[in-house]
């Protein structure tokens, strides 16, 4: 590799922000990959030249793989073609159905996980494609560059750069909670110091919010009896791509369609992947409770949930699917009749589609078992026309920034989230203004910028 | 109630020590209760002249109800008449598939618990038996008792005693694992303030392991901003009772039944409930694996799992049984031959012929996902007569008294636990008969009196 091509900024990510598909012509057509890491680091790394490694995820990808750094809006994309049985021991295995579930809580834990030899050699595809992105990275960077490594699926990254290329400051970021010691304990004793022990390597490790910061803390601290330098810096929504999309004919189009199916009803809007984590059936059920709680509702309200299906590889996900439609259909038949239909389950990833529902919401409910961040919650005060209500789940790390002007749930409390919605749906306008204009606020104090900047603020030389 | 009856020492529990059927001639015929507080606190109490308040759980207990109280073996028992409903609530709902699941870290997140209208009316009966309890306490206990209040079913008894009668010394001792903050905020929150309240009412609240005593601690001092006086006690198994049943010819000849059936090979034991908590799947599966990577072992040992159902009427543990059996069943059809039953699994809850699996044990295997205390891990090495191996769970209570002379094991990690099994079925005669030497006195170090002694210390009166 070129001198030239040496960098001072590598990001590193599983996804990456663009995505490949071959076009009519034959010729490799780039659209925008998907995920909130590139929606938030995308917008700030541009002018930046920094150059962002990421799994070749699609076959066009892989194609792109083969052709070197890609020039994007003023950086560099350097795709990594993967090998794919041990990317998807990476990925599905100790991803998706490890690490994920370990941080967000989501184990059954009478019959998950189960640490066997199947699994041990899901490890070690893991360990070999953390090892593929150290070394790509090891090859980019410039003597003493800073490298942004990019959530849980580069764990191991920190680690093997630490001893490969000791000049280089390495910072990792936390798109999840992190769990406390009873949670971490799960895994196999080897496996968590090895990753602990990674983490640590870093420079700094970040997160969005100071609960899973703290947990990572008491976790390194019991289990390596050190604890590394941690930083707290949620991310940003990128206000000017988001007002860009609302602005959009698309939205408006959307927004109109919404508008006829409502007829003027008011609305509760959730936007969210069908993922186990968001908490989509006690969403309806809290539906349910709040209809038979309170006739005056009923026609006169309308549940628009905007969800998409996601991993649907794993059996898991694809149960939870099947339950949330079915579930859907269930509170239709209950409650629905030829002139109102009190849930509309919209299946389709679209963006203008979720904005426009963003707009048009009445209340906002954002109710994870436990989140990382959320974008959403911001995103809805940002684009909405109608001095919506967030009704927040306190699991969601994105608490420490609106609690004080949503409306609080426990997301497990299916009656208190039914008071909730309620109570969002009867706010008086005077507060529904002042809340809606605090919340904008809010979410518009910080930028993706302030986020890079609080990173690369975080990635001083190792000691 | 006359002035003579009137007690110094009340125990209060859902199960009491005695269980009543209608004999052939249509008396009412008392037999021992079941349960692991029957067993570790009923030798103890003989002769103190305590009355013990427990719940009416049969047919017969609710006849005997009637009856006030009776004398058992140096003290007396008063059964409670309760209503059926509200039983069913306190005991199914709250008691068994919230505050146990919630205690043992069970909960499939994405789906349970819901905290709904249906869960609330439930409180509303655990409350309501919980009150029946306090107030049979109230009539029963002399000025300035102790009263012994003892497992989560009963959390509310302290705040309620506290109130209707200061005077007395209440002791509450949780049988089970209690949670990290983490787990404990899914209560919801008026429910969560309640119970921490009434517990931190008591004089005293006992955990069989420091570790629950910790968590706690911690959750006290998160919700209610003070910590009540906590000590950790360890129960005991009551050695008379056990050393008669291993001498008994019932349990001869159950030993002499099992001796046919291994034919001199080695046997695994298990002795458990078929709970989610105690984690036999995994157990089987790495039994699988030992015989997946170990080709010398097979025909040479057996697995012995004495598994006796429980809670049949929740669905949850309908479904988990039927995983178990047909694990086994799995495992013979894989391994097994006309000569060699891998799998031995026998459903029937016969005390005798457990002992006799214990006596015989080349290993036992404890292997919870969370347990308050397990006093199988006890009872083992006090009557084993081949110098038998524990595999033991570190996530049990008893890992504080026995592990420095047991082989532990994460119980999550199918693999860690085959290797664990393996070791033990190889390790040489002086190093097995040095640990279980070891585990013997460690086992029976503790008496059931010394169990009762530090709660009756730890019953001072309120500041």
Redo the contacts between chains.
């Keep these: 590799m070129a001198e030239s091509q040496l960098n001072q900024l590598i990001v590193a990510s599983n996804r990456g922000p663009l995505a490949f598909e071959r076009g009519p012509s034959g010729t490799l057509v780039p659209g925008r990959g998907g995920g909130g890491l590139v929606a938030s680091l995308g917008p700030a790394l541009a002018g930046t030249g920094a150059t962002w490694a990421a799994g070749a995820i699609s076959r066009g990808d892989r194609q792109a793989a083969g052709g070197g750094p890609i020039e994007a809006e003023g950086f560099r994309v350097q795709l990594l073609d993967l090998p794919a049985p041990q990317y998807r021991q990476f990925y599905n295995v100790v991803s998706n159905a490890t690490l994920w579930f370990l941080y967000?809580?989501?184990?059954?834990?009478?019959?998950r996980?189960?640490?066997?030899?199947h699994?041990?050699g899901a490890w070690e595809g893991y360990r070999a494609i953390n090892s593929r992105f150290a070394e790509a990275v090891a090859t980019l960077a410039a003597p003493g560059a800073t490298v942004l490594i990019h959530d849980f699926h580069l764990s191991l990254v920190p680690g093997e750069l630490a001893s490969r290329r000791p000049d280089l400051r390495t910072v990792h970021f936390h798109h999840t909670p992190f769990?406390?010691?009873?949670?971490l304990?799960?895994?196999?004793?080897a496996v968590r110091s090895e990753l602990m022990s990674s983490l640590a390597a870093a420079s700094a490790c970040g997160f969005h919010a100071r609960r899973w910061a703290a947990a990572f803390e008491a976790c390194c601290d019991d289990v390596l009896g050190v604890v590394p330098p941690v930083f707290v810096s949620p991310a940003a929504v990128g206000a000017t791509e988001l007002e860009k999309t609302a602005a959009s004919e698309r939205c408006e189009t959307e927004l109109a369609g919404l508008e006829e199916q409502l007829a003027g009803r008011q609305v509760i809007v959730r936007v969210d992947r069908i993922e186990?984590?968001k908490?989509l059936?006690?969403g309806f059920?809290a539906y349910d409770?709040l209809l038979?709680a309170r006739p005056d509702l009923r026609g006169r309200v309308v549940f628009a949930a905007l969800v998409y299906p996601t991993r649907q590889g794993l059996p898991e996900y694809q149960a939870?699917r099947q339950?949330v439609e079915g579930l859907a259909r269930r509170l239709n038949q209950r409650w629905g009749g030829s002139d109102w239909t009190p849930v509309l389950l919209d299946l389709e990833d679209n963006y203008p589609r979720s904005v426009a529902a963003l707009r048009r919401a009445d209340v906002l409910l954002v109710n994870p078992?436990?989140d990382g961040l959320n974008l959403v919650a911001k995103e809805g005060p940002l684009v909405n026309e109608r001095h919506g209500v967030l009704v927040l789940s306190r699991?969601a790390g994105v608490w420490d920034e609106l609690s004080q002007w949503a409306i609080g749930v426990?997301p497990?409390?299916?009656?208190?989230t039914a008071e909730a919605m309620g109570a969002a749906l009867d706010m008086a306008p005077g507060e529904r203004a002042e809340r809606a204009e605090a919340l904008r606020r809010a979410a518009a104090r910080r930028s993706p910028e302030d986020w890079l900047a609080d990173q690369l603020a975080a990635a001083r030389p190792r000691p």
């Excluded at 996980?113 to 030899?117: G, I, T």
């Excluded at 304990?185 to 004793?189: A, H, S, T, Y």
Aim: charged share 35%; proline share 7%.
């Design positions: 967000h809580g989501l184990f059954d834990h009478a019959r996980p189960r640490f066997d030899k699994w041990r769990p406390a010691l009873d949670g304990r799960v895994l196999p004793d186990l984590s908490n059936l006690r059920l409770e038979e939870y339950e078992v436990r699991e426990n497990f409390d299916v009656t208190g």
